[in-house]
């Protein structure tokens, strides 16, 4: 990311993360277009890493589709371990409208399974016009969203440690 976008991105991200090197993050990645979602991985990975996340507590599936990512996800979630997940994909407008369906689908997935685990599952699936502007969100000229899907996660997860001893008074357990 830009070094302007960097400074920008960080006054979104303000949840402290407690104990980061006992933080276990699962990330879902996305096998087709795998030359952009590979370099999303890099920069989420990189960036976990530099916010004091333990590479070993870093755990990385493959699917082979951006519509395959919450059905990953839920695999991560499966056995506890992991207190957040990161989906990265990347859906490139054709000539057809496939790409509404499968960016629709995957994000509401995502949703759901955020919110039926009480844990963070976030979305980092690029929904460019194009390769170029992909490329352009993959380490290019806009940066790389794979770190702010990273940024995501962290604060996300601080908001939780934040409030995981809280009482619930909205019928949700």
């Given amino acids: 990311m830009m070094a302007g976008n960097m400074e ?3 006054k979104h991200f303000e949840n402290e993360v407690k104990d980061a090197e006992k933080v276990k993050i699962g ?3 996305s096998r087709w277009n795998d030359h952009i ?4 991985l890099e920069g989420s990975k990189e960036t976990l890493i530099e916010q004091g ?5 870093i ?19 499966s056995n506890g371990s992991k207190d957040a997940i990161i989906c990265l994909g990347c859906v490139i407008k ?8 499968i960016n629709y689908s995957t994000a509401l997935g995502i949703q759901q399974l955020s919110l039926s685990s009480g844990k963070p599952v976030v979305f980092g699936v690029l929904t460019p016009n194009n390769e170029q502007q992909a490329l352009d969100r993959a380490g290019g000229r806009l940066g790389n969203k794979g770190i702010e899907a990273a940024l995501t996660v962290l604060s ?4 939780n440690q934040k409030y995981k001893n809280t009482k619930s008074t909205i019928g949700f357990s």
């Fill in 59 to 77: 755990e990385v599936i493959y699917v082979p589709g951006s519509f395959e990512l919450p059905y990953g996800a839920r695999l991560l979630l």
């Fill in 8 to 10: 920008n991105a960080h």
């Fill in 156 to 159: 996300l997860v601080g908001l």
């Fill in 27 to 29: 990330i879902v990645v």
């Fill in 94 to 101: 054709g000539e057809t409208d496939h790409d509404v369906y």
């Fill in 37 to 40: 979602t590979n370099a999303l």
């Fill in 53 to 57: 996340i333990k590479a070993e507590n």
